[in-house]
């Protein structure tokens, strides 16, 4: 959602000075006050730059690059970077052209340094004839399943966890794990329960009291299972910074049975591939005791736990939606009444260039 908004942005403001800049506020004048202030900072920008109306030629040429190319955008860039390794430099070097500016800094940072030492410049990569760019492209995306995210889901559902971004769906992950501890820990005291909030960071660890206040009563075979996951997960001794990502993985496999393939596929793309292939071994490891009536109690869990990160304001509050289909009711104000002197995440704004 938002890196459409800012290309939109960025479009327009490169149009505005290839014609010569025009009258900038009528631009201005067709869009809120914030978009209004952005377009304007972006026009005085470009139109500072040397050779001005080239580079804004350029700029829009890989703006619609990125735009045919967003499928892959979607995809954590990890598993980018494995597939780049395979790849010759001049390859690498006309992915990276279209990639979004977040994976590139990724990539960059990331890539074998003789790789990277060997990649061709800027005006080499865009000087590639568009049907091999677009045979190249194709290629490449072949690699992974297509990530577009539909704007006309009016009830997104279960089975669109994968439309949240890369940092929205580890934040949902930590939150499942949270409750599944919360779960696990119901009916317990005394030190058994402080040692738990003791290895865990404040945050948490507040979170955790509040979750176990909140969460009303599970069947008698989701208690049991919760507990049967804490314990797997202390058997690998694992980290504190760790356990909520590794409890939530496992909750959440415990939620996806075979129908859901495809999803458990998406999924892994928008994770770290360690991540990934610890979600698909945990279905595997469940699938034996799987059980659809714990698979569909779950599946409401996890909707109600996004709608309440989007309330929030811990991933995009559009996604707010997930909660009416869940049926949960709180209000923003509330949750901040609840939340307050907590240290919570918040939505990460990027800014335009």
């Known amino acids: 959602m938002e890196q459409a908004q800012n290309n939109r942005l960025r479009t327009v403001a490169a149009l505005a000075v290839l014609r010569g800049g025009g009258d900038a506020s009528d631009i201005a004048e067709h869009l809120n006050e914030a978009e209004g202030k952005r377009i304007l900072r972006l026009m005085s920008l470009y139109s500072e730059e040397p050779d001005a109306e080239v580079k804004m030629e350029h700029l829009l040429r890989q703006m619609v690059a990125s735009e045919r190319f967003s499928s892959i955008g979607e995809v954590h860039p990890a598993w980018v970077l494995e597939r780049l390794r395979e790849e010759p430099p001049r ?12 994976h590139v800094r990724y990539l960059l940072k990331n890539l074998p340094p003789m790789l990277k030492a060997a990649l061709p410049d800027m005006v080499e990569s865009f000087a590639v004839a568009r049907p091999v760019l ?24 279960f089975e669109h966890l994968y439309f949240l971004k890369v940092d929205e769906l580890c934040e949902l992950i930590r939150e499942i794990g949270l409750t599944e501890l919360a779960i696990a820990l119901s009916g317990l005291q005394g030190k058994t329960l402080h040692a738990v909030f003791n290895r865990l960071p404040l945050k948490d660890a507040k979170r955790l009291q509040r979750r176990m206040r909140e969460t009303g009563e599970v069947s008698p075979d989701l208690f049991r299972q919760a507990r049967y996951t804490i314990l797997e997960v202390e058997g690998d ?14 909750a959440l496999a415990s939620a996806m049975d075979r129908e859901h393939g495809p999803l458990v596929k998406l999924v892994m793309q928008r994770m770290e591939p360690a991540d990934g292939y610890l979600l698909k071994r945990s279905m ?7 059980s659809s009536k714990l698979a569909s109690e779950r599946q409401g869990m996890i909707l109600e736990a996004v709608g309440r990160l989007a309330r929030e304001g811990r991933i995009d509050p559009s996604w707010t939606s997930f909660a009416e289909a869940a049926g949960g009711d709180e209000s923003p104000i509330e949750l901040q009444s609840a939340d307050q002197g907590e240290e919570t995440a918040t939505v990460n704004v990027r800014e335009l260039a």
């Open 237 to 250: 001794h694992v980290g504190p910074d760790r356990m909520l990502m590794r409890v939530g993985i496992a």
């Open 284 to 290: 595997d490891e469940r699938r034996l005791r799987f």
């Open 134 to 157: 677009e045979t190249i492209r194709r290629r490449f995306e072949s690699h992974f399943l297509p990530m577009r995210v539909s704007r006309a889901v009016e009830s997104p559902g």
């Open 91 to 102: 390859v690498v070097g006309i992915i990276l052209r279209s990639l979004p500016s977040k």
